[in-house]
């Protein structure tokens, strides 16, 4: 398996290469050359191995489908040690919650559990992985990793908790200073292990994942200091993700010939970029709806063929924080599926024309058509009274208390629910995470795991610094000399 980037760069790399590496020297992302077909016989095998031995095993088979620079037996010891009930609480990994009341013959919806690891956040489920895949292939390589990455809440913390301890490994993790909630901040800033460095950027989510873009671009600075991502712009990320797509499909049904919707609560458009790959796979999905809070950059590229970012003052402060973002740097990669793999283009309008007048339209483009027709993308929006109404529904209902960007996408997919189809929505993370929503939606606190009990208190270590890439270099270049 080779894997290429979005802007057309001649080289073809393997995957351990760009595990490490994450962007590509042109600025695109990776891609594989094409993507594993699977038909109906490799369905039923994955649907066994899933029924009889459970999701490590489920992991190892689609992983292998990409990965073949690592010998096979330690890529399922690797699946092994990564997805266990200790590590995610449940020996599912990623249980199936149907929203049903007394009497109904079929739930209204479904909840695929992601929040049960370290962190709370689905960003764990890949995350735990790379951590690993980091380790090992450093170990082989006798190197050492610098990770720079970007977080709007659970990226970080997930990524951070993954890392630490971690042997040739580095973390420099920034974040939007005093927007992420309490318990995010105190999830990360109060990790005082020496390999773990967290910078809060006086701005919003998009200047730290511009920050990380410009250092990794900066091809020199990226050799010479072993610059890595942990964002989803690494497709080692991004393909974690792809494996509770058929996890979740396999427990939605009983047979191959059913298909099922997912709705994903989205801003940076890895989640369901992973339901893409899946779906390009031939798992039979029907739907994948985008769910956006009011930073609705994606709902909008849906319904008009328009991608146009948002500045800093416009990038709205929600209660869903962790979809507060108006650049979806992930997008490139459906982007240049949906143009049938022209790099030349995809550099054009993410490249210089991004960047020189802060959009792109399809709406003109007769393939634009295809996001929906082919690639099978709806989407919508969710806002604050959006959120508060739907938890307090979803828990008068249901007895389930969901988190504000789970409740994004409860609204969303109950707006796309077709008959016979069932419709999963992805969980996001733990009510504990944003307790002061759940306060004003249910009047009364979210269930605290006994381990983040008084977490707020601990003491905490970060550097506050402006949007400045020189400075963050610099910051760098000091603790890694």
Same mark, same amino acid.
């Given at each position: 398996?080779?894997?290429?980037?979005?802007?057309?760069?001649?080289?073809?790399?393997?995957?351990?290469?760009?595990?490490?590496?994450?962007?590509?020297?042109?600025?695109?992302?990776?891609?594989?050359?094409?993507?594993?077909?699977?038909?109906?016989?490799?369905?039923?095998?994955?649907?066994?191995?899933?029924?009889?031995?459970?999701?490590?095993?489920?992991?190892?088979? *689609?992983?292998?489908?990409?990965?073949?620079? /690592?010998?096979?037996?330690?890529?399922?010891?690797?699946?092994?040690?990564?997805?266990?009930?200790?590590?995610?609480?449940?020996?599912?990994?990623?249980?199936?919650?149907?929203?049903?009341?007394?009497?109904?013959?079929?739930?209204?919806?479904?909840?695929?559990?992601?929040?049960?690891?370290?962190?709370?956040?689905?960003?764990?489920?890949?995350?735990?992985?790379?951590?690993?895949?980091?380790?090992?292939?450093?170990?082989?390589?006798?190197?050492?990793?610098? /990770?720079?990455?970007?977080?709007?809440?659970?990226?970080?913390?997930?990524?951070?908790?993954?890392?630490?301890?971690?042997?040739?490994?580095?973390?420099?993790?920034?974040?939007?200073?005093?927007?992420?909630?309490?318990?995010?901040?105190?999830?990360?800033?109060?990790?005082?292990?020496?390999? =773990?460095?967290? =910078?809060?950027?006086?701005?919003?989510?998009?200047?730290?994942?511009? =920050?990380?873009?410009?250092?990794?671009?900066?091809?020199?600075?990226?050799?010479?200091?072993?610059?890595?991502?942990?964002?989803?712009?690494?497709?080692?990320?991004?393909?974690?993700?792809?494996?509770?797509?058929?996890?979740?499909?396999?427990?939605?049904?009983?047979?191959?010939?059913?298909?099922?919707?997912?709705?994903?609560?989205?801003?940076?458009?890895?989640?369901?970029?992973?339901?893409?790959?899946?779906?390009?796979?031939?798992?039979? /999905?029907?739907?994948?709806?985008?769910?956006?809070?009011?930073?609705?950059?994606?709902?909008?590229?849906?319904?008009?063929?328009?991608?146009?970012?948002?500045?800093?003052?416009?990038?709205?402060?929600?209660?869903?924080?962790?979809?507060?973002?108006?650049?979806?740097?992930?997008?490139?990669?459906? *982007?240049?599926?949906?143009?049938?793999?022209?790099?030349?283009?995809?550099?054009?309008?993410?490249?210089?024309?991004?960047?020189?007048?802060?959009?792109? @339209?399809?709406?003109?483009?007769?393939?634009?058509?295809?996001?929906?027709?082919?690639?099978?993308?709806?989407?919508?929006?969710?806002?604050?009274?959006?959120?508060?109404?739907?938890?307090?529904?979803?828990?008068?209902?249901?007895?389930?208390?969901?988190?504000?960007?789970?409740?994004?996408?409860?609204?969303?997919?109950?707006?796309?629910?077709?008959?016979?189809?069932?419709?999963?929505?992805?969980?996001?993370?733990?009510?504990?995470?944003?307790?002061?929503?759940?306060?004003?939606?249910?009047?009364?606190?979210?269930?605290?795991?006994?381990?983040?009990?008084? /977490?707020?208190?601990?003491?905490?270590?970060?550097?506050?610094?402006?949007?400045?890439?020189?400075?963050?270099?610099?910051? =760098?270049?000091?603790?890694? @000399?």
């Amino acid at each position: 398996m080779r894997y290429l980037s979005t802007r057309g760069h001649a080289d073809r790399k393997q995957f351990c290469e760009i595990l490490l590496e994450g962007l590509a020297p042109d600025g695109g992302l990776y891609l594989p050359e094409s993507y594993p077909k699977l038909d109906a016989a490799a369905l039923t095998h994955l649907r066994q191995v899933w029924q009889s031995q459970g999701y490590a095993a489920l992991a190892f088979e *689609v992983l292998s489908l990409y990965i073949d620079d /690592i010998p096979r037996e330690d890529l399922q010891a690797l699946c092994r040690k990564t997805y266990t009930k200790e590590v995610f609480g449940t020996p599912e990994i990623v249980p199936l919650k149907p929203l049903q009341t007394a009497g109904q013959s079929q739930p209204d919806l479904y909840l695929e559990a992601l929040s049960n690891g370290p962190t709370l956040a689905f960003k764990d489920m890949a995350m735990q992985l790379l951590g690993n895949l980091f380790e090992y292939e450093l170990a082989r390589r006798g190197e050492e990793l610098n /990770i720079l990455g970007a977080t709007s809440g659970d990226t970080g913390s997930a990524a951070e908790y993954a890392m630490r301890g971690k042997k040739g490994v580095r973390v420099f993790m920034t974040s939007p200073h005093g927007r992420m909630s309490p318990f995010q901040q105190a999830q990360m800033f109060s990790l005082l292990d020496e390999n =773990i460095h967290n =910078i809060a950027v006086e701005g919003v989510f998009d200047d730290c994942q511009d =920050i990380v873009k410009a250092v990794s671009n900066d091809l020199d600075f990226k050799r010479r200091y072993k610059i890595g991502t942990v964002n989803s712009i690494n497709w080692a990320r991004l393909l974690a993700q792809v494996v509770y797509y058929f996890a979740g499909y396999f427990q939605a049904t009983t047979s191959n010939n059913q298909k099922v919707s997912f709705t994903v609560p989205s801003g940076n458009f890895g989640n369901v970029c992973a339901g893409h790959v899946a779906r390009m796979m031939g798992l039979p /999905i029907d739907r994948l709806v985008v769910a956006t809070n009011e930073n609705d950059v994606l709902d909008e590229f849906f319904r008009t063929g328009i991608y146009r970012v948002r500045g800093t003052a416009d990038t709205h402060e929600t209660s869903s924080p962790s979809m507060d973002i108006s650049k979806a740097s992930n997008f490139e990669r459906f *982007v240049f599926d949906l143009l049938e793999r022209d790099g030349a283009k995809v550099k054009a309008i993410f490249g210089e024309g991004l960047s020189r007048q802060g959009f792109f @339209d399809l709406s003109g483009d007769a393939r634009f058509a295809k996001a929906a027709g082919f690639y099978g993308f709806e989407s919508g929006r969710s806002t604050h009274a959006d959120r508060l109404k739907t938890i307090q529904q979803v828990f008068a209902s249901y007895g389930v208390m969901i988190d504000t960007h789970t409740a994004d996408g409860v609204k969303v997919a109950k707006e796309h629910v077709k008959r016979a189809v069932p419709m999963v929505v992805l969980e996001t993370a733990l009510p504990i995470k944003f307790a002061s929503t759940i306060v004003e939606a249910l009047g009364r606190q979210p269930d605290r795991p006994a381990k983040f009990e008084g /977490i707020e208190l601990l003491p905490k270590r970060v550097q506050v610094m402006p949007a400045d890439v020189d400075l963050i270099k610099t910051y =760098i270049t000091q603790h890694c @000399d």
